[in-house]
C-alpha cells in the first residue's frame, strides 16, 4: 500500500506566506494613500467651491455699490442744481444702514473754475455755518497750473467728522487728478486705490468709487462734448473690513483666514511712503496689524481675483486642513487600509487554495485522460475487431450464400429439369385416346414443376445471383432491370460502359448496397422514377442512387429497428470506402457510395440504359 498524501494546499510553505503578508501590507498602504488623497481632494474642492462662493458674494457687493452710484450720479445728472436737502432725502430713502451696511458715505464734487472759487467758497461758509462745523479745507485757493477743481459740496450722512471734509479739492493729488480726468473724457467709473483712513488700528481703511456728472442737455458723444458737459463728480466710500466681514461670517466652516490684496500700483504723492498691497487681513489685531503669511504645511489655500472698477484684487483664503475633516475622515484612511489588506490577505488565500485546487484537479484530469485514452483505444481495438468479425461474418454468409445457391442450382434444380421432362414426355405420350385424365394430371404436375423452378430460381437469386458471376457492370444492369419489372417504377442506369475489375466481395457488397437502396426507394420513398450512376474515377468507384420521392422522415435512420442504412454503413466502412445521404422533401433521397479499386479502369464515354417497367 502506498501512504497518503496531504491535500495540496493545507500546508503553505513560508514563502507563500510572507508573499501574501507582504501583498497584504502593500495593498492597505496603497488604499491607506489613495483614500487619504482622496479625502483631501474632496476637502480641497469643498474649500475652493466656498471660496468662489464668498468671491461671488464680493463681486455681488462691489456691483451693488456702483448700482447706488449710479443712483446718485444719475439724481445730480437730472438736476446739477440739486440742493444739499434733496440731496439729504435722497439718500435717506436708501436706508444705508439696512440695505447697504458697508458703504460709509455718499457725497457730491462740483467742478469749478479757478474764477468761481470764491463763490464756492462762501456758499459753503454759509451752509457749514448753519450746520455748526468749520471745514479744515476752507479757503479755496487756486494752484499755479491747474485751472480746475473738483470740490466736495455735499456728503452723507451729515456727522460732522464727515461735514469737515466740505471744501475738499479731490484733484489736489496728482494721481487722483489723473484717474478723474480719465474717467471724466470715458465716462466710466473710477477708483483711484487711495487708502482712505476711518479710525486708527488695522483693517480700518476705506475705499471710493466714483462716477462723472454730465449736464443731461448736452451732448456726451465724444471727448469735447464729454468735457464741455461735465459738471462734477458723485462718489461713496465704503468700508472694506464691511465688505469682507460678512463675507466670513456666512462662511461655511469657521476658523478661515482671507487676506484681500490691491496688485494693481498706486503712485505716492511726494513725501509719502508707498501703501502697502494689503488691504484687510481678517488675522490681523492691534497687538499684531501685520500677520505672517499662512504656512503651505496642513493648510488649504485658494487665490481668486476680484475686480474693483478696472483695479485688480486677490482674495487669498485659507483655513487648516483640520477643519474640513470630520471624525470619519479621520479614521477613514486606516479602516480602508485594514479593510484592503484583509481583502488581500483572504484573496491571496482563496487563490492559492484554488490554485493547489487547479494542479490537484490538472493530475486528475491526466489521469482521467490517460485512462480514457487507454479506454478509447481498447474500445477502438474492440470496434476493429468487431468489424472484422463483422467482414468475416458477412464474407462466411456470401460464402453460404453462394455454396447453398450453387448446391441448389446443382442438384435440385438440374433434378426438377430432369422430373420436368419426364412428366413432359408422359404427357405427350398420354395425348388423345383413353388416357385423358392421366394426361391432365400430367399437364398440371409439368406446370407445378415450372413454378416451383421459378421459385427454385428465384431463391438462387436472392442468395447470389448467378449474373455477379459475369461482374459489376451486368449485375447492376439485371437488379436494374428485375426492380422495373417488379415494381413498375421507371428506372434509368448510366454507367460509364467499362468492366469494372473488382474482387468478387467487393462486387457483393455493392450489389447488396444496391439492393437495399432499391428496396427502401419501394417500401417509403413513393418514388415514380429512379437514377443509379456507375462510374470510376481512377482508383475510386462510385454509385449513385437518386429518386423523385418524397424524402425521409426527420428520425428515420435513428428509429428503433431499422438497420437498413446502418447495413449499407457499415457494408461501405468494412470496405474502407465513404457513404453519404441527403433527403427533402421536393428533392427526393439521394445515396452516394464510393469505394477505392485496386484496378482502375480507363473512362469511357458514358451511355444511358433505360429500362421500362
Not at 500500500?1 to 501574501?20: E, K, L, N, Q, Y
Not at 462486387?507 to 420513398?525: D, G, K
Request: hydrophobic share 40%; glycine share 8%; net charge neutral.
Amino acid at each position: 500500500m502506498t501512504p497518503d498524501r496531504h491535500p495540496a494546499g493545507m500546508f503553505a510553505s513560508p514563502a507563500v506566506v510572507v508573499t501574501g503578508a507582504l501583498l497584504s501590507l502593500m495593498v492597505g498602504c496603497a488604499g491607506y494613500l489613495a483614500t487619504a488623497e482622496a479625502i483631501e481632494s474632496d476637502a480641497r474642492a469643498r474649500f475652493r467651491t466656498m471660496a468662489r462662493a464668498a468671491q461671488y458674494t464680493i463681486d455681488a457687493r462691489i456691483k451693488s455699490y456702483s448700482d447706488v452710484l449710479r443712483g446718485v450720479a444719475g439724481l445730480f445728472r437730472a438736476d446739477p442744481e440739486t440742493s444739499a436737502g434733496q440731496f439729504h432725502q435722497y439718500v435717506e430713502q436708501l436706508d444705508m444702514a439696512r440695505n447697504f451696511p458697508g458703504i460709509e458715505v455718499i457725497n457730491y464734487a462740483r467742478s469749478v473754475r479757478a474764477p468761481a472759487l470764491p463763490a464756492l467758497e462762501a456758499e459753503l461758509r454759509e451752509r457749514m455755518r448753519g450746520l455748526g462745523v468749520v471745514s479744515d479745507h476752507l479757503p479755496l485757493a487756486p494752484q499755479p497750473g491747474r485751472d480746475t477743481y473738483t470740490v466736495l459740496v455735499y456728503i452723507e450722512p451729515r456727522s460732522r467728522p464727515d461735514l469737515e471734509k466740505l471744501g475738499m479739492d479731490l484733484e489736489a493729488r496728482s494721481y487722483t487728478r489723473q484717474v478723474l480726468a480719465h474717467a471724466r473724457d470715458a465716462n466710466v467709473l473710477s477708483a483711484s486705490g487711495t487708502r482712505i483712513a476711518i479710525q486708527p488700528g488695522p483693517n480700518q481703511s476705506s475705499q471710493a468709487l466714483r462716477l462723472p456728472v454730465y449736464r443731461s442737455s448736452m451732448p456726451t458723444a465724444t471727448i469735447a462734448q464729454r468735457r464741455l458737459a461735465y459738471v462734477g463728480s458723485a462718489g461713496i466710500g465704503f468700508s472694506v473690513s464691511r465688505l469682507v466681514g460678512g463675507v466670513l461670517d456666512e462662511f461655511p466652516v469657521k476658523g478661515t483666514r482671507l487676506v484681500l490684496s490691491d496688485l494693481s500700483e498706486v503712485p505716492a504723492e511726494p513725501g509719502e511712503l508707498p501703501p502697502r498691497a494689503i488691504l484687510y487681513d481678517s488675522m490681523a489685531t492691534v497687538r499684531q496689524p501685520h500677520p505672517p503669511p499662512p504656512s503651505e504645511d496642513g493648510v488649504f489655500s485658494a487665490s481668486l481675483p476680484i475686480e474693483f472698477n478696472q483695479r485688480l484684487w486677490r482674495a487669498d483664503f485659507s483655513i487648516a486642513r483640520s477643519a474640513l475633516y470630520t471624525s470619519f475622515d479621520m479614521y477613514y484612511p486606516w479602516l480602508a487600509a485594514f479593510a484592503g489588506g484583509m481583502s488581500t490577505a483572504l484573496l491571496y488565500a482563496l487563490f492559492q487554495t484554488m490554485a493547489s485546487s487547479r494542479r490537484n484537479a490538472l493530475r486528475m484530469a491526466e489521469d482521467m485522460t490517460r485512462e480514457l485514452r487507454a479506454s478509447q483505444a481498447k474500445l477502438q481495438a474492440s470496434h476493429e475487431k468487431l468489424r472484422m468479425l463483422a467482414a468475416h461474418a458477412e464474407q462466411i454468409k456470401e460464402g453460404e450464400r453462394k455454396r447453398i445457391a450453387r448446391e441448389i442450382h446443382d442438384d435440385l434444380a438440374q433434378n426438377l429439369l430432369a422430373l420436368k421432362i419426364e412428366a413432359e414426355m408422359l404427357a405427350n405420350r398420354t395425348r388423345g385416346g383413353a388416357h385423358r385424365r392421366l394426361h391432365a394430371r400430367a399437364q398440371d404436375t409439368v406446370r407445378q414443376i415450372e413454378l416451383t423452378i421459378r421459385s427454385v430460381r428465384q431463391i438462387i437469386n436472392d442468395l447470389r445471383p448467378n449474373v455477379l458471376d459475369l461482374g459489376l457492370s451486368a449485375a447492376v444492369d439485371w437488379q436494374v432491370a428485375d426492380f422495373g419489372r417488379r415494381t413498375g417504377i421507371v428506372c434509368e442506369l448510366v454507367d460509364d460502359g467499362e468492366e469494372h475489375r473488382i474482387d468478387d466481395h467487393c462486387a457483393t457488397a455493392f450489389f447488396r448496397i444496391l439492393q437495399e437502396s432499391l428496396n427502401n426507394v419501394a417500401r417509403h420513398a413513393h418514388a415514380s422514377h429512379v437514377w443509379i450512376d456507375l462510374r470510376q474515377h481512377a482508383d475510386m468507384l462510385t454509385m449513385t442512387i437518386r429518386d423523385n420521392g418524397v424524402g425521409m422522415q426527420p428520425g428515420s435512420r435513428n428509429r428503433n429497428g431499422s438497420f437498413g442504412l446502418v447495413g449499407i454503413e457499415e457494408r461501405v466502412g468494412i470496405l474502407g470506402g465513404s457513404f453519404s445521404i441527403s433527403s427533402g422533401p421536393e428533392t427526393g433521397t439521394t445515396i452516394v457510395v464510393t469505394i477505392p479499386v485496386t484496378s482502375p479502369a480507363a473512362p469511357a464515354g458514358a451511355s444511358s440504359v433505360p429500362v421500362a417497367a
